[in-house]
């Protein structure tokens, strides 16, 4: 049984330390700071602990509970990097009121990950398991997931939960994503020579009114029971030089939201088409798109053995039905599915995402970590 107070004084911590994501905010800190801590509680926990660099200043914690090797293993994975906190009030203040923890990284997603390493403080404690528990916390989730890629060059388990919030319900799809890029050329001239330039601009103009046809499309084709449609929509966009020139490039950066059963090739045949169609209506126009940075979706069967195992343990704790849902955002269960883990996302609820004002509800972290500790027992054999 994990302490209460424990498990509140460690997020705490894990909040104050500052952690976010440089490849998304220059000058922020990264990972190393709060893996070493995790590391550190860990290893006084009676773990066997490994700091994994993945690159400069950027690291992996990981923690091993050695079982007795003949039952199933099981991952508690969470990320430790956060978004940027422009704009919140003492975003690293952990600042507690009303039964919520507030600060960046609160929700998303040091409330989980401080359940799950109460979770295993307690079962270091308690009689051997059969199996192995495993501790991930991963670098660079909310950018390219190089923390979790690194992880699995070496580590593999039966099964894994990804403490991404979720409000204590047992999520077992989300949608993936693809970025892609459209550069549209025209032809740099003097603003006052209409006949020897050609506007870049106004060339990607077609091509925002073919993505907003294909975002109707999207809304009004094939959805997922669940999960809904597939969505897209235009990210940034620059071009031009100066005020008194035809502008010779635009860059149009975009998103493609996946369900499952699509992948990046889906997106790059939509936007095939879009060229193409455009390309034949004006020999004059011209576009170029390359796709970038893609991550599946999830969609795990809730007859899963993690699922089914994770789903009775939240109704030994809480005494009620556990739902099957869905989430919005994407996550690293993706990856551990892909390379043959069946993974689930659980963990505790709050509000803020990546907003200025950003919280996780404590008692829920508090039955996280009961609930997580409940599910190593039945899955990985006491």
Sequence with gaps: ?????????????????????????????????????????LQG????????????????????????????????????????AAGMADPFAA??????????????????????????????????????????????????????RALLKEVR???????????????????????????????AAHGSRPAEGRDAILFMGRVL?????????????????ALGAGSVHASLIAGGQELSSYPGQCRLSLERRLLPGENAETFAGELRDIVSRLSAQDSQFSARFTLGYSARPLETPPETPVAQTLARCVRKVLGREPGFGVQSFWSDAALLSEAGIPSVLFGPGGMGLHSAVEYVRLDEVSLCATILAECARAFCGP
Excluded: C
């Design 157 to 187: 388990t039966d099964a894994a939960i990804v403490m991404e919030p979720t409000g204590l319900e047992v999520v077992t799809a989300h949608k993936g994503f693809v970025w892609a890029e459209i550069e549209t050329q025209g032809r």
């Design 95 to 148: 600042r507690i009121e009303n039964g919520r923890l507030y600060g960046r990284g609160a929700q998303d997603m040091k409330g989980g990950l401080a359940a799950a390493l109460a979770a295993v403080a307690g079962l270091a404690k308690e009689v051997r398991l059969e199996g192995d528990v495993v501790l991930a916390a991963v670098a660079d989730e909310e950018y390219q997931s190089v923390g979790t």
């Design 209 to 225: 009114r073919e993505i907003e046809q294909l975002e109707e499309r999207l809304k009004a084709g094939p959805r997922h029971p």
């Design 1 to 41: 049984m994990h302490d209460g107070d424990e498990v509140v004084r460690l997020l705490a911590e894990m909040v104050r330390i500052e952690s976010v994501n440089p490849a998304l905010v220059p000058g922020g800190s990264g990972e190393a700071a709060i893996a070493r801590y995790v590391a550190d509680f």
């Design 45 to 84: 926990a009676g773990l066997d602990v490994q700091l994994q660099e993945i690159s400069p200043g950027r690291f992996n914690a990981l923690g091993v509970l050695r079982g007795r090797g003949s039952g199933r293993s099981l991952m508690f994975n969470g990320h430790l990097d956060t978004v940027g």
